[in-house]
């Protein structure tokens, strides 16, 4: 199957200057360019991005405002919405995270969440090193904050477990693999899904601290103490013993 063919105007080689030139020069035309060359030469050209932007300031501006948006995505809302599931915000907890999905019956769909509300985050962290030095960290914080208060749905989200795991992995994957191990231990082991994910929360600063990489602990230290401050319902309920286990219905 042929790729879907993005669309350029090309202009002549001597009057290219930073924009993005591709194929041959066919003045005036425009000319087919498949999708996987036009992502190639536009990567290839990120370095130049900044060119475009000034006061300085902007490009770091637009790539937080991107992380951002990028994290508000509410991929269990939407994802339960357009598969018949109902309303996210009325089965269960509420949230909109992949714990909540799975109440609805829908494994398939809780599973899909998890992934994709994972990939958001560690996508934010690779779009953020590659278009600022130094960019990862604060554009991964930004897609985390935009998952737990999307402005989409008045500021209230998800916990951000997941999300946060992606914008480790992406930042120190090491990190992010004791995340994981901390995560489905804590929570297999418990069987509450709030403590297994506020111990990878935490584990992620800790963890980082002992690998060296004392660069990325304040933020994720950050993150860490945002996740735990969404999770304070169900520390409520941890000490009152009335914090649901894995399969009940509400949470």
């Not at 035309?29 to 060119?51: C, D, M, Q, Y």
């Not at 554009?139 to 935009?146: D, K, T």
Request: glycine residues 14%.
């Amino acid at each position: 199957m042929c790729a879907r063919p993005v669309y350029l105007r090309l202009v002549p080689i001597s009057d290219c200057g930073n924009r993005v030139q591709a194929g041959f020069h066919r003045s005036g035309w425009i000319v087919p360019l498949p999708l996987p060359l036009a992502a190639a030469t536009l990567w290839s050209r990120r370095n130049h991005f900044g060119e475009f932007m000034n006061p300085p300031w902007l490009l770091p501006a637009f790539v937080l405002l991107i992380s951002y948006l990028l994290g508000s995505i509410p991929f269990g809302l939407l994802l339960t919405r357009f598969t018949g599931a109902g309303d996210l915000r009325q089965i269960g907890s509420g949230n909109i995270g992949a714990t909540n999905v799975l109440r609805t019956g829908r494994k398939g769909l809780a599973a899909a969440t998890l992934l994709l509300d994972l990939l958001k985050g560690a996508a934010a962290v690779m779009i953020g090193a590659a278009l600022v030095d130094g960019g990862g960290p604060m554009a991964g914080a930004m897609a985390f904050i935009g998952h737990c208060y999307p402005v989409w749905l008045r500021f209230a989200g998800g916990k951000g477990v997941a999300t946060m795991m992606g914008v480790v992995t992406a930042l120190y994957w090491p990190a992010g693999i004791v995340f994981a191990v901390i995560w489905l231990g804590a929570l297999f082991g418990t069987k509450w899904s709030s403590v297994g994910g506020m111990a990878a929360g935490i584990s992620a600063p800790i963890a980082l601290w002992f690998m060296d990489r004392i660069d990325l602990v304040p933020v994720t230290l950050g993150l860490a103490l945002i996740l735990l401050w969404r999770h304070r319902t169900n520390i409520a309920r941890l000490a009152k013993g009335t914090e649901p286990k894995i399969g009940a219905s509400k949470g």
